[in-house]
Nanobody, 115 residues
Framework: VQLVESGGGLVQAGGSLRLSCAAS????????MGWYRQAPGKQRELVAH???????NYADSVKGRFTISRDGAKNTVYLQMNTLKPEDTAVYYC??????????WGQGTQVTVSS
């Protein structure tokens, strides 16, 4: 499975960005896709994930501001990020997990929120 992210960038606080992650390869084996982030000096943390059945889970810090969605036809997962805060600044990584619990990662995309 290969994951390619896009959509990161620089935005002012209060602004919005949408991240995309396109999956290719053995996509039939994927059941959960999601986004993680890692800020400098901090551990990588879950932002949100979505199962193939559409069930979602969010970190408390992004609930009400971020929305994850999945387009099965395009094998793509999106992360709509609204009301961005400086503390959302991080490298965002796309993640996919297959039925054998093997995890795949994208290369990461930088999101920078200025105050």
């Amino acid at each position: 499975v290969q994951l390619v992210e896009s959509g990161g960038g620089l935005v002012q606080a209060g602004g919005s960005l949408r991240l995309s992650c396109a999956a290719s390869g053995s996509i039939f084996s994927i059941h959960t896709m999601g986004w993680y982030r890692q800020a400098p000096g901090k551990q990588r943390e879950l932002v949100a994930h979505i199962t193939d059945g559409g069930r979602t889970n969010y970190a408390d810090s992004v609930k009400g501001r971020f929305t994850i969605s999945r387009d099965g036809a395009k094998n793509t997962v999106y992360l709509q990020m609204n009301t961005l805060k400086p503390e959302d600044t991080a490298v965002y990584y796309c993640n996919a997990v297959n039925w054998g619990s093997v995890a795949y990662w994208g290369q990461g995309t930088q999101v920078t929120v200025s105050s």
